[in-house]
């Protein structure tokens, strides 16, 4: 694995020498565990942030409107 160097705040640092506590075998199975989570949530977000903005502008055009209608229509149930 590749090694980083960064700057943590004193609560962190407590926070991570607890982490069997938390059942995480080393401090960095939990930080990988916390960064996998957020890279998920972030990438959650942005797709509903996307998918607002679709519908938004779906709303707004009729011929876009109009086109999806129509693929609906043979779209599986």
């Known amino acids: 694995m590749i090694q980083a160097k960064f700057s943590i705040t004193d609560a962190h640092l407590e926070f991570l ?3 069997e ?3 995480f075998r080393d401090k960095s199975h939990l930080v990988r565990a916390a960064l996998d989570q957020l890279q998920s949530e972030l990438l959650r977000r ?3 942030e996307s998918a607002d903005i679709y519908a938004e502008v ?3 055009d009729n011929e876009i409107r109009e086109w999806t209608d129509a693929a609906l229509l043979d779209w599986p149930e």
């Open 17 to 19: 020498s607890k982490h």
């Open 21 to 23: 506590q938390y059942g």
């Open 46 to 48: 942005q797709a509903t």
């Open 58 to 60: 779906n709303s707004k």
